[in-house]
């Protein structure tokens, strides 16, 4: 991956022609791609599995898909590179093979590091792609483990500041995430938790309405805690404008990039973010419930010794063994020098196995770059909602509540559909091999993933899409 970027260049939408809703078309878009081989390096669910209500024949990892799915879930959970059944292999070996020395020795043409730096390598890979330095990522626990954690250091409520600005529609395990820290802390949710969100019939939240609430609160708020992405309607914030009207007004901010990590370019670093958290399984394809990564800015990773050799300086948090210094950390003297940077806000012992697969994955990303990411992502995106609107008969039976502006989302449309329509569609998708994630009552999710999803299979969700909604008529 690149260095961290300095800008992020304006998203201009594609254009195409109006032979566009085509088989040939599709596939012309697929032949010059310049991320088509990346295909190759994931393993594509079968349409017989996928479809199957029943328990299906386990697949061997290097066994190709005779008549592979549709798979639009990405933002839900990534499909398999075929890497990680190599790198835990590998790492299984290890294990057999020197068991306990694993924590301390490499081993000869292995692609993992020792037990104990494993974390912070898969860090340093994580960081171009957040847009951080290696020193501001941690690998650890899981997207909520990580907020509560990090909430536990940025969230310092008094009886005068004690609210926290947050999504109207947060992810439940965020919403549930803040309301348990506001009660642990003697304050009421109700009263403390602002909602920020749309207009009434409206689904995309203005930069502008984001920065006048912060206004209207910010003497009595402790923390703003947004989303990167909108999880229910794909909504990209600008992260970089929130942050710094946030911090003008001397508030901490944080994001929580469950759905921008490994989707769209993030410059944490730059733009000056105080902590971040996500997960890895979804757009970064490391596996249902794989390990989850968080950052925290330098400044407030600092850890100062005093020249007294007295206690060391630093933010407080939620302390573990493995966030101390590496140096120190097996002493067992129960004098805790964090590391510095994210890492020393560690607190347990992470699995090797789970680590292991995301330097698999990781090992995927290391061969491309966000940008050439994202260029496809625009694209494929592009191509999706020009097929829905060009060829559908009645435009009226559904709502693309996704902004039509490509730099405010990411490679996923939500698509509202009219009352009564989401089994009848979600039941031709199904049977047609076709993996989306949906919303009751009426919402499903859509996301072309740029290393795995052709032109192709998103020409094929559209041909299926209409004819579900004429069936509905």
């Not at 708020?221 to 001397?250: E, H, M, N, R, W």
């Not at 933010?315 to 002493?331: A, E, T």
């Not at 031709?428 to 076709?434: F, P, R």
């Not at 009552?441 to 004429?470: C, G, H, K, S």
Request: include cysteine; hydrophobic fraction near 40%; glycine fraction near 6%.
């Amino acid at each position: 991956m690149g260095s961290i970027a300095t800008e992020t260049p304006r998203a201009e939408k594609p254009i195409f022609s109006a032979d566009a809703n085509s088989l040939e078309y599709a596939r012309s878009l697929d032949a010059k791609c310049h991320m088509r081989e990346f295909r190759s390096k994931f393993i594509i669910p079968s349409k017989e599995h996928t479809k199957s209500k029943k328990a299906v024949k386990v697949v061997k990892s290097d066994e190709p898909s005779p008549d592979p799915a549709i798979y639009f879930c990405g933002n839900s959970l990534g499909l398999q590179p075929k890497a990680i059944s190599e790198f835990l292999q590998i790492h299984l070996n290890t294990w057999a093979s020197i068991g306990v020395h694993g924590h301390f020795r490499d081993m000869e043409g292995s692609p993992l590091k020792q037990w104990q730096l494993l974390a912070e390598h898969a860090s340093e890979q994580q960081a171009p792609i957040v847009g951080a330095l290696p020193s501001e990522v941690a690998t650890m626990g899981s997207l909520t483990m990580n907020l509560h954690l990090l909430m536990g250091s940025f969230y310092c409520p008094t009886s005068t500041k004690n609210k926290v600005i947050l999504d109207w529609k947060a992810f439940p395990s965020d919403h549930y995430c803040v309301e348990s820290q506001i009660r642990m802390h003697g304050y009421n949710p109700a009263e403390s938790m602002i909602f920020m969100g749309p207009k009434d019939g409206e689904y995309e939240v203005s930069t502008e309405s984001i920065l006048k609430l912060i206004d209207e609160h910010a003497e009595t708020t402790c923390l703003v805690l947004l989303p990167g992405i909108q999880y229910y309607t794909g909504q990209f914030f600008d992260i970089k404008q929130i942050t710094a009207y946030a911090q003008s007004k001397g508030l901490l901010i944080g994001w929580d990039c469950a759905h921008a990590a490994g989707n769209v370019p993030l410059q944490l670093h730059d733009w000056n973010v105080d902590f971040a958290v996500w997960c890895t399984y979804k757009y970064m394809n490391a596996g249902p419930g794989a390990i989850a990564g968080l950052y925290v800015h330098e400044r407030h990773g600092k850890v100062e010794f005093p020249a007294d050799n007295g206690a060391p300086v630093f933010r407080p948090r939620l302390s573990g063994w493995y966030g101390g210094d590496q140096v120190g950390r097996f002493n067992m003297d129960n004098k805790f020098r964090p590391s510095p940077g994210a890492s020393g806000y560690q607190v347990s012992n992470p699995s090797v196995i789970d680590l292991t697969a995301l330097c698999g994955s990781l090992s995927v990303f290391n061969q491309t770059s966000m940008a050439d990411l994202r260029k496809k992502a625009l694209s494929i995106t592009a191509y999706l909602e020009h097929l829905l609107y060009s060829t559908s008969n009645n435009n009226r039976a559904f709502k693309i509540i996704t902004p039509n502006e490509p730099a405010a989302r990411g490679t996923q449309l939500s698509i509202l559909l009219k009352p009564g329509r989401l089994d009848t569609l979600s039941e031709m998708l199904e049977d047609a091999g076709i993996v989306v994630d949906k919303r009751k009552p009426d919402v499903i999710r859509v996301a072309p993933v740029p290393m795995y999803n052709t032109y192709e299979d998103v020409w094929n969700f559209v041909q299926v899409f209409n004819q579900a909604l004429a069936k509905c008529e």
